[in-house]
Each structure stands twice: as structure tokens, then as C-alpha cells.
């Protein structure tokens, strides 16, 4: 089928989003090999730096407190570090932690499963509660944690309304972190 049969004739370039299928299928063929990492977000594709030790040692440290939080109460819920989540039709991000009623099976975390993500802010502040909160916002993502390493703080959003969480909070390092959306979840931060 001819794409350009079924488009209006225009005499501006038209930018192109990649879809979650095309990116899959790019990946598959190596197209991304020099790049280590990416994720695809609104159709655009993002390199990711690598990761310092305290970008890494936060996040382990992090997953453990959730993971410890979530073994009394038990849920069925399980935190998953790096796994990317299909988001229809233009994204598929690749956050630091998930939490995710379906952990196990093929490909990427459905987007119906995720209760909840983090993502570990060194140097990507400003893109990880700019762009990526909107994303996760749209999505409907139920609760997004941003946790700032250089002012030792997380940054909680809940209740996604469009492009943007209605309920926010900052809390330090050492306070308990409580989600807003998943019941009994209490997170100790003392060691983060």
C-alpha cells in the first residue's frame, strides 16, 4: 500500500513517528548495537547514557526498599529493574523500576500491568518530570517516583489527568515514602 496515496499532497516536510512495532523491529535487526541503550518515546529515539555507580547504586538500593515493602502485604505486584513497557503507538520507555502485575512472559511490560515506575535522576532531572512525567501522565500510569540524587529527594506524582499528575509531593531522604495508590505500600528511604 502507498502511504503517500492516502496523505493530503504537502509541500512541507512531514516529521515521521516511529511506531512501537517499527522500533521493535529496527531493534531486532541490530540497528541500535552502537548505541547500547535506547528508548523509544513519542515516536522519537533516545540514547541513554550510561549509568554512573550512583545512578546504579540508588536504583539497587531502591528496588530492595520496594521489594521489602511489598513482600508483607503480599501483593502481586513484583518490581522489575530496566524493563521496558509498550506504551501505544509511539513509545516504549525503559525505566529504572516498574512495578508490575504481569513479571513474567514475552516482551515488554503491558502497559495495563504497571502500578507504578521510578526513574533515578542524576543528570536527566528535567527530562524525568518534564517529558517523561508526561508521557506517564497520558498513559495513565497511576503513580510516577522521580528520585533526585543531587537534592536527595523523591519526587512522587499520582492521579494522571491528562498531560500531568493532579497530586504531587517532594520527600527526603530518610522520610518513608507511602504511595498514594497502592495500599499499605510504605517505602523507608534511610538507606537510598
Known amino acids: 500500500m502507498n502511504v503517500t496515496a492516502q496523505l493530503p499532497l504537502n509541500t512541507m516536510p512531514l516529521p515521521l513517528r516511529l511506531r512501537v512495532e517499527d522500533y521493535l523491529a529496527l531493534d531486532r535487526i541490530g540497528a541500535f548495537e ?13 540514547f541513554m547514557n550510561a549509568q554512573h555507580r550512583r545512578h546504579a547504586s540508588t536504583k539497587m538500593k531502591l528496588y530492595d526498599a520496594l521489594r521489602d515493602a511489598l513482600g508483607p502485604l503480599n501483593s ?3 518490581a522489575l529493574v530496566e524493563a521496558s513497557i509498550e506504551i501505544p503507538d ?18 515488554l511490560v503491558p502497559l495495563a500491568s504497571v502500578a507504578l515506575v521510578a526513574e533515578i535522576a542524576d543528570t536527566s532531572l528535567a527530562q524525568d518530570l518534564g517529558r ?10 497511576a503513580e510516577y517516583w522521580v528520585v533526585d540524587i543531587n537534592d536527595r529527594v523523591i519526587h512522587q506524582l ?9 497530586g504531587r509531593r517532594v520527600i527526603a ?14 517505602v523507608e528511604t534511610a538507606r537510598i
Open 76 to 78: 502481586r505486584l513484583v
Open 34 to 46: 552502537d548505541y547500547a541503550k535506547t528508548e523509544l518515546i513519542g515516536g522519537e529515539i533516545f
Open 132 to 141: 517523561k512525567a508526561v508521557l506517564y501522565a497520558q498513559a495513565g500510569i
Open 158 to 166: 499520582w492521579s494522571p489527568q491528562g498531560e500531568d499528575y493532579a
Open 90 to 107: 509511539h513509545s516504549v520507555p525503559e525505566p529504572d523500576i516498574v512495578l508490575t502485575s504481569e513479571p513474567e512472559g514475552e516482551g
Open 173 to 186: 531522604f530518610g522520610q518513608s515514602v507511602t504511595a498514594e495508590t497502592i495500599d499499605g505500600l510504605a
